[in-house]
């Protein structure tokens, strides 16, 4: 699944407008970054969601979600 980054350059948008990895940690500071790819706690850390984002181009690669256990056995 691929999802646009959505930002205004309006500094009243409520749509983060994520340019590097820290912006994405201003949103959600419990995002990790592993060898490229930038995983997202979900549900108290329940699950995680490995992601691949393109800054440049605004693009957000859902590469897999799976339970905290998964997580565990990943390869990156």
Known sequence: MVSKIKGGDDKDSKDPKWLRFNDVL?????ASYVKGHIIFNIKGKQFRMDTVISFKLGVIKIV???THKEYGNWKF
């Open 64 to 66: 897999r979600i799976g």
């Open 26 to 30: 201003n949103t959600f500071n419990s």
